[in-house]
T-cell receptor
Framework: DAGVTQSPTHLIKTRGQQVTLRCSPKSGHDTVSWYQQALGQGPQFIFQYYEEEERQRGNFPDRFSGHQFPNYSSELNVNALLLGDSALYLC???????????FGPGTRLLVL | DQQVKQNSPSLSVQEGRISILNCDYTNSMFDYFLWYKKYPAEGPTFLISISSIKDKNEDGRFTVFLNKSAKHLSLHIVPSQPGDSAVYFCAASAASAGGTSYGKLTFGQGTILTVHP
């Protein structure tokens, strides 16, 4: 039973560029949440998708957008990258919105 | 506004002894609490959770205690093993639909646990 998978594992971009990160949830899970973890901090909630809709959103600008596909996989898009967007981006899946979330290994994004 | 706080950045214990990690929260809407362990270059791994209707939950060497009146929870690891060395995060969410904390996890800053052989 595959757990949560994310791609790519690492990414280097320059300021102003756009990036797309991908996530496949754990088998049987239908809810995907995205988090940003800066160095030395706990993960910060970006948004959550359920039934292909954004259900909850954290305190992140509109440059951060997402999508959930019919197979429950998800993408996180960040436009107009800033240096401060450099972080570990974590995807978590759960069975339904309020159940325990299981995390993937993350995508390390570096913005130069 | 830090709604979940882990006030100890690090903790060092001897193998075989008890590790106690603490967490405080301020949002009274939180009713579901979790502990995650994180190794470098990996995502957080779920350890144990507790609902606000309980005050204790055990799973093997791990026990979580919840004191709702004090808005405080703790994770006890007994006995501690060198493989337990990692960063531990507590997280909280609200299971009540419609609230702003529904389904989303709010994390503390983490505590680095080091277990010495």
């Amino acid at each position: 039973d595959a757990g949560v998978t994310q791609s790519p594992t690492h990414l280097i971009k320059t300021r102003g560029q756009q990036v797309t990160l991908r996530c496949s949830p754990k088998s049987g899970h239908d809810t995907v949440s995205w988090y940003q973890q800066a160095l030395g901090q706990g993960p910060q909630f970006i948004f959550q998708y359920y039934e292909e809709e954004e259900r909850q959103r954290g305190n992140f600008p509109d440059r951060f957008s997402g999508h959930q596909f019919p197979n429950y996989s998800s993408e996180l898009n960040v436009n107009a990258l800033l240096l401060g967007d450099s972080a570990l981006y974590l995807c978590a899946s759960s069975l339904d919105v309020a159940e325990t979330q299981y995390f993937g290994p993350g995508t390390r994004l570096l913005v130069l | 506004d830090q709604q979940v706080k882990q006030n100890s950045p690090s903790l060092s214990v001897q193998e075989g002894r008890i590790s106690i990690l603490n967490c405080d929260y301020t949002n009274s809407m939180f009713d579901y609490f979790l502990w995650y362990k994180k190794y470098p270059a990996e995502g957080p791994t779920f350890l144990i959770s507790i609902s606000s209707i309980k005050d204790k939950n055990e799973d093997g060497r791990f026990t979580v205690f919840l004191n709702k009146s004090a808005k405080h929870l703790s994770l006890h690891i007994v006995p501690s093993q060198p493989g337990d060395s990692a960063v531990y995060f507590c997280a909280a969410s609200a299971a009540s639909a419609g609230g702003t904390s529904y389904g989303k996890l709010t994390f503390g800053q983490g505590t680095i646990l080091t277990v010495h052989p």
